[in-house]
T-cell receptor, first 113, second 112 residues
Framework: NAGVTQTPKFQVLKTGQSMTLQCAQD?????MYWYRQDPGMGLRLIYY???????DKGEVPNGYNVSRLNKREFSLRLESAAPSQTSVYFC????????????FGSGTRLTVV | QKEVEQDPGPLSVPEGAIVSLNCTYS??????FMWYRQYSRKGPELLMY????GNKEDGRFTAQVDKSSKYISLFIRDSQPSDSATYLC????????????FGIGTKLQVIP
């Protein structure tokens, strides 16, 4: 039972480069989320997808785009990376109507130099 | 003012101690309360989940909610070195779709 799988686990980018973070879940959850976690800031929601076919901005969406490819997959794209986007990125999923919390992936550590 | 306030610590305790971790919140609409545990370089994992005011116990862990004071707590009895982690409180307003509001997390170290 894999849960939420994120790739890659580590990445170093140069300023201005682009990349896509991949996330897939095998729990048949409807809702998926992208968070970033920074020291002293906690978890901040970047984008979320309440259900397949919908995406919405979270607290810190600038500089990011997302795609809900299907029910299982939710990707996060950095079009032109900036040093301020150096962070640990977590994908999570949950079931609508089940107020029992999220299942998180193990994270992607991104450094932008 | 943040909706959820949590002391980041770090909190260091000797093995076997009782640990108390706390969060306060300002939005009285929150109905569901959770505690996540996050080990270093890992994703958060759900530890406890409560809906109403009162206590919920699971082994060495007790979650307490006081809605009148807008205050939640997590107690860890007989703390172990394996409990060393960051503990994040989280809460949801409720309804068909839930967007979780997280506390910043408290880093706990249990010293053998």
């Amino acid at each position: 039972n894999a849960g939420v799988t994120q790739t890659p686990k580590f990445q170093v980018l140069k300023t201005g480069q682009s990349m896509t973070l991949q996330c897939a879940q095998d729990m048949n959850h409807n809702s998926m989320y992208w968070y970033r976690q920074d020291p002293g800031m906690g978890l901040r929601l970047i984008y979320y997808s309440a259900s397949e076919g919908t995406t919405d901005k979270g607290e810190v969406p600038n500089g990011y785009n997302v795609s809900r490819l299907n029910k299982r997959e939710f990707s996060l794209r950095l079009e032109s990376a900036a040093p301020s986007q150096t962070s640990v990125y977590f994908c999570a999923s949950s079931e609508v109507g089940q107020a029992g919390g999220y299942t998180f992936g193990s994270g992607t550590r991104l450094t932008v130099v | 003012q943040k909706e959820v306030e949590q002391d980041p610590g770090p909190l260091s305790v000797p093995e076997g101690a009782i640990v108390s971790l706390n969060c306060t919140y300002s939005n009285s609409a929150f109905q569901y309360f959770m505690w996540y545990r996050q080990y270093s370089r890992k994703g958060p994992e759900l530890l406890m989940y409560t809906y109403s005011s009162g206590n919920k116990e699971d082994g060495r862990f007790t979650a307490q909610v006081d809605k009148s004071s807008k205050y939640i707590s997590l107690f860890i009895r007989d703390s172990q070195p394996s409990d060393s982690a960051t503990y994040l409180c989280a809460m949801i307003i409720g309804g068909g779709y839930q967007k979780v509001t997280f506390g910043i997390g408290t880093k706990l170290q249990v010293i053998p």
